[in-house]
Nanobody
Framework: QVHLVESGGGLVQAGGSLRLSCTAS????????MAWFRRAPGKEREGIVC????????AYTDSVKGRFTISRDNAKDTLYLQMNSLIPEDTAVYYC?????????????????????WGQGTQVSVSS
C-alpha cells in the first residue's frame, strides 16, 4: 500500500521560509515523477511544481518561480519543497503527489488527474 506523508508546514510571517518534506513508502520512489499541489481557502487545487524521476527536470508555475525549489532524495524516498520569500497568498494546504505512470519521462503539474497517489496534506499559513 502506497503512503505519502507530508510534513514541515506551519505558520510563518511574510518573507519567511519553510521546507516541506514528503516521505514515500510502498512504491518504487525513483520510478515516479512527483509534484506539489496546493489548495487555498475557497479556491481549487492548484499544481505548482513538479520533478522528474531522476530529479533532472523540474517545472514551476509562475507564481512560485524564483521563490520555491523542488528537490528529491531518491535514496531516502523523500520529496522536498523549499519555500522562500513566502507571501500571504501562499497560504494553503500543500499536497505531494506521485505520477500515475511508472517510469514516465519528464513531469507535468497542470493536470491533477494524472497523479494517482496523494498525501494527506500539510497546512502552510503565511501572516502579513
Amino acid at each position: 500500500q502506497v503512503h505519502l506523508v507530508e510534513s514541515g508546514g506551519g505558520l510563518v510571517q511574510a518573507g519567511g521560509s519553510l521546507r516541506l518534506s514528503c516521505t514515500a513508502s510502498g512504491l518504487i520512489f525513483d520510478g515516479y515523477a512527483m509534484a506539489w499541489f496546493r489548495r487555498a481557502p475557497g479556491k481549487e487545487r492548484e499544481g505548482i511544481v513538479c520533478i522528474s524521476m531522476s530529479g533532472t527536470q523540474t517545472a514551476y508555475t509562475d507564481s512560485v518561480k524564483g521563490r520555491f525549489t523542488i528537490s528529491r532524495d531518491n535514496a531516502k524516498d523523500t520529496l522536498y519543497l523549499q519555500m522562500n520569500s513566502l507571501i500571504p497568498e501562499d497560504t494553503a494546504v500543500y499536497y505531494c503527489a506521485a505520477d500515475e505512470f511508472y517510469l514516465r519521462a519528464g513531469c507535468n503539474f497542470s493536470n491533477p488527474e494524472s497523479y494517482i497517489y496523494w498525501g494527506q496534506g500539510t497546512q502552510v499559513s503565511v501572516s502579513s
